[in-house]
């Protein structure tokens, strides 16, 4: 048996003149003002939700990125460097197989 699903209620006061609009297009799309109201909020929601938290690349963009993670550039030596301490560090902490283990900076994994 299936539970009946929880529903919230929000209320807004809002002028006339935008009440009147809002019921001619949901009249228009055949539902009611409150089956619109929320079909819109949501439809516009999912919009800034998606805008917010996908990125988008150019074709350019995507074909650099995609070259640089086949062709990763040699490690310089402040990487290597900042490599050797975080080792030690691990080293210090009793974490000799820790998660770098026996990778070197630039070494595929």
């Known amino acids: 048996m299936n539970a009946p699903e929880s529903s919230d209620r929000i209320t807004n006061r809002i002028p006339q003149a935008i009440t009147l609009k809002i019921q001619e297009a949901a009249e228009l799309t055949g539902s009611t ?23 988008q690349l150019s074709e350019n963009d995507a074909a650099m990125i995609i070259n640089l993670l086949d062709n990763p550039s040699k490690p310089n030596a402040a990487l290597m460097r ?6 030690q560090r691990e080293i210090e902490n009793g974490n000799q197989s820790g998660p770098a283990g026996d990778i070197s900076p630039g070494q595929q994994v």
Do not use: G, H, P, T
């Open 33 to 55: 003002m409150n089956q619109f109201m929320v079909q819109a909020s949501l439809e516009k929601a999912e919009k800034i939700i998606d805008r917010e938290k996908f990125i």
């Open 82 to 87: 900042a490599f050797e301490r975080f080792q």
